[in-house]
């Protein structure tokens, strides 16, 4: 595996349901990342881990937890999501903040 | 309030036009403006980047040109091509952990 690699790809999950992303990076990089895409919407930065420390959480709702247990695997938690929240989940990586953030191909998710 | 404005948001191109796409920023204290590129079904992947030090950079068929009075940088494709065809998102970012992202633009390149 090369690059930023996510899983699942896709992902359908109820109201009352709990699930998690994961995501791995293979580059060696020191910072990862969580972002948000909805159609006609600017790409929201959710999380960011440097060196597995949290560095910035933009306010985002407490149904989203994200861990990062070492420098290559960031997971996001997810539980009692709404249907608003159904978007592509992505995640990066970069060495360094903010420089050359590679991006892995997201997870698609619905919240019935 | 949105912090980078991109247009258009949507542009069609004949093969080997010149592909124009705009952005404009109101944070002075943004100091690296990327450009990204995303096909269906894949995640944006980093195109060009430029400081505020420089007017303009070139990489291949692809040009950034940045306006530090006015605020405003682009991103021109030369040579336009069917397999350019794709969502384009600038973005700028102030040296630290903000990133903002513009709405995007789907450029569709005819043969």
């Known amino acids: 595996e090369t690059g930023v690699t996510q899983t699942p790809r896709h992902l359908v999950m109820g109201m009352t349901n709990k699930k998690s992303l994961k995501c791995e990076q293979h580059l060696g990089h020191n910072a990862m990342y969580w972002y948000k895409q909805s159609a006609k919407k600017p790409l929201e930065l959710m999380f960011v881990y440097s060196l597995e420390e949290r560095v910035e959480n933009n306010s985002v709702p407490s149904r989203f937890s994200p861990e990062c247990p070492n420098s290559s695997h960031l997971f996001l938690h997810l539980h009692t999501l709404q249907p608003e929240d159904s978007a592509l989940y992505l995640c990066?990586?970069?060495?360094?903040?903010?420089?050359?953030?590679?991006f892995g191909p997201g997870t698609r998710l619905t919240v019935t | 309030q949105q912090q980078v404005k991109q247009s258009p948001q949507s542009l069609i191109v004949q093969k080997g036009g010149i592909s124009i796409i705009n952005c404009a920023y109101e944070?002075?204290?943004?100091?690296?403006f990327p450009w990204y590129q995303q096909f269906p079904g894949k995640g944006p992947a980093l195109l060009i980047a430029?400081?505020?030090?420089?007017s303009e950079k070139k990489e291949g068929r692809f040009t950034i040109s940045f306006n530090k009075s006015a605020k405003q940088f682009s991103l021109h494709i030369m040579d336009s091509q069917p397999g350019d065809s794709a969502t384009y998102f600038c973005?700028?970012?102030?040296?630290?952990?903000?990133?903002?992202f513009g709405t995007g633009t789907s450029l569709t390149v005819i043969p």
């Open positions: 973005a700028a970012s102030i040296e630290s952990n903000q990133f903002y």
């Open positions: 990066a990586s970069s060495q360094d903040i903010p420089f050359q953030q590679y």
């Open positions: 944070n002075t204290a943004f100091d690296y």
């Open positions: 430029i400081r505020p030090d420089v």
